[in-house]
């Protein structure tokens, strides 16, 4: 009997372990929102769970004295795999399951759909929820973060019809974490708080805890430092009453920065250090180095620069001993700016070469190859130029006896032609000068083209290398206009005076973005793009679109000549980063791509007619100097809810 109940506790303990031993690491990873929180559902039946119970008790085991965690947990993987097809591939729990070990995208994707296919096929709510999170999982590994995107508000919409609070707050959780990760801590922020609305209906302390604290950290990007403060106390009470000892660590460490954003300098490192002495209990040493490379960056703005000089050593140290590469290349940069406004410009020089020598370690080696090349083929042509010359001495005794012979025909030769020659030259040189001035103002001609085509310096770039690099801009402010019943208008009246009046309104609007410094991206139709701040970035394109925007609605209300159609006209106005370059070897056209440029549409798409429709995102950076209308926060197609507003007068 007492055999009988160790191994009834054994198993108890593994499956304990199997289904909860991630959550000592804080399934939601906090600062990295890695994993979701997922649970194996309670619908096993007793059968699969006694064979889960033998299956897992013997070799997770043996795992687990060799002390390998990465192996358990790829173990643990493969394992569910198995334990799906062994069962007649009929239980989906175990696929379902899958999400919390498995870390390969590939794999993810694999096993996603057709988990997704199975659960289609039962009309299965509650796993078609799970099956698009897995898939929205692996999209977002894979860096595709619009495309996860799209799967976790899928997973939203059945998780919604399945009727079950959990799913439904889980599916928040991971449309929160995708905005975070692509920093749109605005949309972020408003996800988290929807999936803590959810959670605190249900008795899961530690998502409901994690949800809160990850609402937090994105109110304290935005600099929103209160509400910050007010989300991670509120989590650490969580935490403290389940005794859940890291995830009260990762509040100290985020409560430390709050209050060394406030000033206090003496409860911000004590803070901190408590967080550090039990993140190191659990050998967590990113968030540590990360901790104290955000605190060196506070006191160094706040000019308290010897503090900032003990914070980025500390982390450099750390990262050194763990072999955390891009800390230690952040910190290195960091000592290097410090050294400098300690005006130490040798110290400073050290930690830059260091930064630099770190960062490009991978580029210094192909360099040294390459160069390791160029020598070789220097070298080879040297000696076939020696060959060469042996060569070409043999021969000089031979060619000199027949150019004798050759050079008194030649004489003869020479004098007639030398008459040739001096009425061709002339001739010559006048068809030359001739010809150069033609070629001269054809390189105008072509300079202009290409510069009506392209901005100068991309212009430039193309010129010298013969292509450009796509280039990426942090901050950029994208306008959309579009006509009002274009199509309509269209086909009643002629193509000629269609074109005309367009070409009236477009005109106008180059002359109006050429005013404001704004690059013309391209028409598409009816529908006008500019954007501010590229390619030369500025600190004021959101003030100059505002602008333009406002004399293009002004210009499209004023009377217009006979013949030309009088068009009402929405405009939209969004800012965000984007990627801007040329694609293609024929017809060059100068664009610009991502998220910004789809919500910057969305804007026109959602404003009214003979009105501009500007982003929440736009009104915080213009607010001081343009008046504004708030229109609240609207739900655009799968980009989440945005808040807009009326430009007004």
């Avoid at 795999?81 to 919390?100: A, F, P, R, V």
Wanted: proline letters at 2%.
């Amino acid at each position: 009997m007492e055999a009988i109940a160790y191994f009834s506790l054994g198993l108890f303990i593994q499956i304990f372990s199997l289904f909860r031993s991630k959550e000592q690491k804080i399934l939601y990873r906090f600062k990295n929102k890695t994993y979701p929180n997922v649970l194996i559902s309670s619908q096993l039946n007793l059968k699969n769970l006694v064979f889960f119970f033998l299956y897992f008790s013997i070799f997770n085991l043996a795992l687990a004295q060799s002390g390998e965690e990465s192996g358990q947990i790829r173990f643990k993987a493969d394992s569910l795999k198995q334990l799906y097809y062994s069962t007649g591939e009929k239980n989906l729990d175990y696929l379902n399951s899958l999400i919390e070990f498995e870390a390969n995208p590939d794999s993810l994707l694999k096993y996603g759909e057709i988990y997704l296919e199975k659960a289609l096929e039962g009309s299965l709510d509650n796993h078609i929820a799970s099956a698009n999170i897995m898939l929205g999982y692996a999209y977002k590994f894979k860096g595709d973060l619009s495309k996860a995107l799209e799967y976790f508000f899928e997973s939203l919409k059945y998780a919604q019809k399945s009727g079950s609070m959990r799913a439904q707050g889980r599916s928040y959780i991971t449309i929160a974490d995708t905005y975070s990760a692509s920093e749109n801590s605005q949309n972020a922020s408003i996800y988290y708080r929807k999936s803590i609305e959810i959670l605190e209906q249900e008795s899961d302390s530690i998502s409901l805890g994690s949800a809160i604290f990850n609402a937090g950290d994105e109110y304290l990007k935005m600099g929103k430092l209160d509400s910050a403060l007010s989300f991670v106390e509120r989590a650490q009470l969580i935490f403290e009453a389940i005794n859940f000892e890291i995830g009260e660590a990762y509040c100290l460490g985020n409560l430390g920065m709050i209050l060394a954003e406030y000033g206090d300098k003496l409860t911000s490192e004590k803070r901190i250090n408590q967080a550090i002495e039990i993140l190191e209990k659990y050998h967590e040493y990113y968030p540590i180095s990360d901790y104290l490379n955000y605190m060196s960056n506070i006191y160094l703005d706040k000019r308290d620069r010897q503090t900032a000089l003990g914070y980025a050593q500390r982390s450099l140290d750390l990262a050194s001993k763990y072999g955390l590469k891009d800390q230690i290349s952040e910190a290195n940069l960091l000592l290097s700016v410090i050294y400098e406004q300690l005006n130490n410009p040798a110290k400073a020089l050290e930690f830059y070469k260091k930064h630099i020598q770190y960062r490009d370690s991978v580029k210094n080696i192909q360099a040294v190859q390459e160069m390791a090349n160029l020598r070789t083929d220097y070298e080879v042509s040297q000696k076939q130029a020696e060959v060469d010359l042996l060569e070409s001495e043999a021969t000089i005794a031979t060619l000199r006896a027949k150019r004798q012979t050759m050079v008194l025909y030649g004489v003869v030769v020479v004098l007639l032609l030398v008459a040739l020659l001096a009425i061709g030259a002339y001739r010559r040189f006048k068809f030359e000068k001739e010809t150069n001035k033609i070629i001269e103002e054809e390189k105008n001609r072509s300079e202009e083209l290409l510069l009506n085509i392209l901005p100068e310096e991309i212009a430039d770039e193309l010129k010298l290398y013969g292509k450009v690099k796509a280039h990426r801009f942090n901050s950029a402010t994208v306008l959309f206009t579009d006509f009002k019943s274009f199509s309509s208008m269209a086909e009643e009246i002629s193509p000629e005076q269609l074109v005309e009046s367009i070409d009236y309104y477009f005109k106008e609007f180059d002359v109006i973005t050429d005013k404001y410094g704004l690059e013309k991206i391209k028409t598409i139709g009816d529908s006008y793009m500019c954007a501010g701040g590229l390619p030369t970035e500025t600190e004021r394109h959101a003030f100059d679109v505002v602008k333009a925007g406002k004399e293009m609605m002004d210009f499209i209300k004023k009377p217009k000549p006979e013949g030309i159609v009088q068009f009402e006209m929405r405009i939209g106005i969004h800012t965000g980063p984007i990627v801007a370059g040329i694609v293609g070897v024929k017809k060059w056209q100068y664009d610009i791509w991502g998220d910004t440029v789809n919500i910057a549409s969305r804007m026109e798409s959602n404003s009214e007619e003979g009105k501009i429709n500007i982003s929440g995102t736009t009104y915080e950076i213009i607010k001081d100097e343009f008046e504004c209308e708030y229109r609240g926060s609207i739900e655009i197609k799968n980009r989440g809810i945005w808040e807009m507003y009326f430009l007004k007068g």
